[in-house]
Structure formats: C-alpha cells, structure tokens
C-alpha cells in the first residue's frame, strides 16, 4: 500500500471510527437519553438523503437548513469585513486612530455572542438583523487584528522604494501597503469565517430562525436527540468544508 | 561646485545607554557622470552614508547638495539600487521596472512608457523573464531587475548599495561586466559602495576607501588610471592596476590595525614604537 493512502486515509478514519466507538460505548453505557450512531442514523437519514424537503417552517432537509444559515452567515461574513478591513488598515496606518481605538477594539474582542445578541434584538427589533449584526461584531476581529498587523509589519525595503519614487499617499496605498498586507488579510478572513460560522448556531438558536442552529434547538426541545447529533455533524462537516477553501484562497495570496 | 558635494556629515544612532557614533565627518565629492567607488569593511556605515544621500534618514550634522540643491528628502534624481534588491514580490520583474517609469514620467504617453520600460528591461537582458515574479528569478536576475529599477529613475546620481554582495563569485563577475558595458552606453553618475577592492578598481573612476566605524571617514580618494572601456582579462596585471589596489589596501589595512588595540584583540601583531 502507498504510504500517501495510508497517511491521508487510513489513519483518519482510525480517527473518526474511535470517535464512533466512544460514542457508542457513551450512549450504551452512563447517557441512555443519548441516541447511538446507528440510531442517529435511522432517525436522520431522511434529512441527510433528501436534503430539500420542506414540510413547515422547521422540519425541512439538511441541505435546505444548512443553505439558510449558509445565507446568513455569508451576509454577517461579509459586513464584518465590510467593517473590519477598513478600521484594520486604519489601526495599522494611523497611530493615531491606533491611540483611539485600539483599547475598543481589545475591549470589544471577547464580548461573547450571547451578549451581543439580546442588544442587536433591541437595536433592530427582528431576529434576522439581529442575527447578521451578532456575526458580522463577533467576527470581524481577527480581520481588523490580522488587517493591523499585515500593515505595522511591511517591510521598511517596500516603503522605501515608495519613498525614493516619491510615490503619493494613495498610490503607495494601492501598489505597495494592500498588496504587502494581502496575506495577513486573508488569514483574517479565513479566521473571521470560522468565528461567523461559530456565531451562527448560538444565534440562530436564541432567535428561532430556521437553520441548522435553529432546527438543533427546536429539536432538542421536541426530545428529538438523534437530530442534536445530526445538527452537530452538519456544523463540523460545513465549518471544515469553509476553512478548506477560505485556506485554497489564503493560499493563492500567499504566492507572493 | 562639483555635482554631487558631502560636507561633515556625521550619523549616530541611537541605543541603549548611549550613541554609536557611525559616520564622524564624511566629505566626498562627484563630477557629473562620473563613476566613484566607496569601499570599506562590513559594518564600517557604508549602507548608512548610502541611506543618508538618498535622503531616506537625516544626518545629525553635515550637508548634502546635488547639483547645486540640498538633499532633504528621498527623491528619484538620487535612484537607489538597494543591497537586498527590494523588489516588490507581488510584480512581476517589468512591472517592478514599469512602477519606476510610471513614477518618474507620469506625463509621458503610455506607449511611450512602456517603450522605456521593454528598453531598459532589454538593457539588463531580462526580456525573457520579463513576466517573472522576483520569487522565480535567481539572485542575479533579481538584482539585474533592481539595476533597471534604478536606471528607470533617470536619475542625476545612481546610489548602488553593495549591489553584488549577495550574489556567487560568477555572477558577480558577470554583473559587473554588464554593468561596466550598461555605464558605458549610459553613463550615468554612479556612487558605488561595496567591500570588494577589485570590483570597485574594475568599476570606477576614483575610489574613496573607508575607515573601519564607529566614526567612520573617508580618505582621500584614489585615482584609478585605467583606460575606458575597460575589460576585465589582463587588467590585474597592469600598474595602475596593482598602484591602485595596493594604494587601498594599505589605507584600509592601517585603519584596520588604528582600531584593532581598543577592540582589545590585535588582529595583527606589530612592533609598537617606544613611548618616549
């Protein structure tokens, strides 16, 4: 056998197969309340086989809850480096604004979600705002940090080649400070994205929106735990999928 | 007046629980097209006096006058090619050239300055890697880009930083033949600073040597007799050849042995004369 199967094959499923047994042995053990995989299973298969289907507002497939979430997380996603961006190059250009806001911006950064949340229902009076302002507040951060940085560490070499061409202020901003910073900024988004999918179940959840988070939540009040399970694993699977190709980008910057 | 005029400059840098005084009272002049060499040991503040003449950071003492005006600021009249290249990664190596020529002619036609940039990437036999990234060039390609860059600058006076420091002992020779024959069709004012006493006897009209820092100066510069154009084969046999080389030799050994007691370790032992 190759060792390139051996290492990208085998030994992850190694991996997953013990989770799977662990979880077996769990739920046939101390947590009975707990479905079993194969249990999950029966109980989910029509929402994974049939991701489309819609009978009411929160029984529908997979695919279809996951797609609504995907929506909003891809409009917080975006207002958050619609935001984030511009106050990164504005920290890392100005030692000014640094001077202003660089103690907001270090005070904001842990606030949790479950705080935001309950302020954005009150701000915006509907759930679905709400829900798209809690993303886009918790995760632009790593994009303004990441954005600051990118910026305080261009090389003096760049800059100077700037300086002796006598280069103007936004010229020097368009042809050397963005794109030295570029992949700094992609790291940013590509960590903005996991905290925005991150964000999205706990907010879905306290708003009742349809979507994955929402359906997880609905489900556990109705004792459907199989569905706790299934949600889980959608979350995780999309979140891998996301990282992988925000990484494909980030990767395609970092060329230079 | 000459063209290019140093008078005291001085440089000190600061640091902890002090000043290391690196530059004490530099004075050099240059005539106009004319092709002058600094050299001195690592260390000693070439890169530091190169910094101060493009105007990138300011003396603590001393003039700098160009043609007359005096130097303040970073301007393309002063083009720079820098020792670690300094090539933006994200252009390719005539877009690296073509940002120089867009800079300096912004009222120039496009066609017109896309004609310069092919011409100068010509003159540094770059054409067919023209589309490159520097990632993808070798060391010398990249610096041969810098050297368009600089001449991009069209500028009164083309500083060169140690232009061939980092490169093998082949390529360095090639380079510096290609740069002897790009001088030779251009003939632009050229200080060049390097460590290398054979590159800088090969390349110049005059060369100051350096004394090892801190508080470097400059001694008095040295004429090198040999005709233009010069070729690199037999040159080391003829007198002002050897004249020239054993006239720095001796000027940067005896700085060298100057300093070495208060470093504490001669490098060299030699009798001391008696103190009277």
């Known amino acids: ?256 | 007046m000459a063209y290019l005029e140093v008078r005291g400059l001085r440089k000190s840098y600061r640091v902890r629980g002090g000043a290391t005084p690196v530059l004490g009272g530099i004075d050099l002049t240059l005539d106009e097209g004319e092709f002058v060499a600094v050299v001195g040991y690592s260390g000693s503040g070439k890169t530091t006096l190169v910094s101060l003449i493009a105007g990138l950071i300011a003396p603590d003492a001393g003039e700098i006058r160009l043609d007359g005006a005096p130097v303040r600021e970073p301007g393309p009249e002063r083009g720079i090619v820098f020792q670690q290249y300094s090539l933006l990664p994200w252009l390719s190596a005539r877009a690296n050239v073509a940002l120089a020529v867009d800079a300096v002619n912004p009222t120039l036609p496009a066609a017109e300055r896309r004609r310069l940039t092919d011409e100068l990437i010509a003159l540094v036999n770059l054409t067919p890697a023209a589309w490159k990234r520097p990632r993808e060039l070798s060391g010398g390609m990249r610096q041969r880009v810098a050297v368009a860059r600089g001449l991009a600058m069209q500028p009164k006076l083309l500083l060169m930083d140690e232009p061939f420091s980092a490169l093998d002992a082949l390529t360095r020779a090639a380079l510096q033949d290609e740069l002897l024959r790009i001088w030779g069709e251009r003939r632009t004012t050229v200080m060049l600073i390097t460590n290398d006493v054979d590159e800088a006897i090969l390349l110049a009209d005059r060369i100051y040597p350096m004394t090892p820092g801190p508080d470097a100066v400059l001694g008095p510069a040295i004429e090198v007799g040999l005709p233009r154009p010069r070729q690199r084969r037999h040159m080391s046999l003829e007198p002002a050849y050897q004249k020239a080389r054993q006239a720095l030799v001796e000027f940067l050994r005896a700085g060298r042995n100057r300093l070495a007691p208060t470093a504490g370790h001669p490098r060299e032992t030699r009798p001391r004369a008696p103190i009277p």
């Open chain 1, 1 to 256: 056998m190759r060792i390139d199967t051996y290492q990208k094959v085998i030994l992850p499923l190694v991996g997953a197969v013990s989770v799977l047994v662990l979880w077996a042995l769990v739920s046939a053990t101390f947590a009975p309340d707990l479905p079993s995989p194969l249990r999950t299973w029966q109980e989910s298969r029509r929402y994974v086989l049939d991701p489309f289907f819609k009978e009411g507002e929160m029984n529908q497939g997979m695919g279809r809850l996951a797609f609504y979430s995907l929506v909003r997380v891809g409009k917080g996603f975006a207002l958050a480096l619609a935001i984030g961006t511009p106050i990164g190059f504005l920290l890392g250009l100005s030692r000014r604004f640094h001077q202003s806001f660089d103690p907001i911006v270090q005070f904001m950064r842990p606030i949790s979600p479950l705080a935001w949340l309950p302020l954005g229902l009150v701000i915006f009076q509907k759930s679905e705002p709400a829900a798209i302002f809690t993303i886009a507040l918790c995760a632009m951060w790593p994009t303004v940090i990441n954005t600051a940085v990118g910026v305080r560490s261009i090389s003096q070499d760049y800059l100077n080649v700037g300086r002796v061409l006598k280069l103007s202020r936004t010229t020097t901003l368009r042809r050397i400070v963005i794109p030295a910073t570029l992949p700094y900024v992609f790291t940013g988004y590509r960590l903005s994205l996991g905290l925005a999918w991150l964000v999205i179940v706990a907010s879905e959840m306290l708003t009742g929106t349809p979507g994955v988070g929402g359906f997880l939540w609905q489900e556990y009040n109705s004792l459907v735990y199989s569905h706790i399970i299934l949600s889980v694993l959608t979350i995780g699977a999309i979140g891998f999928v996301l990282d992988r190709l925000m990484g494909l980008v980030e990767a395609r910057v970092r060329i230079n």
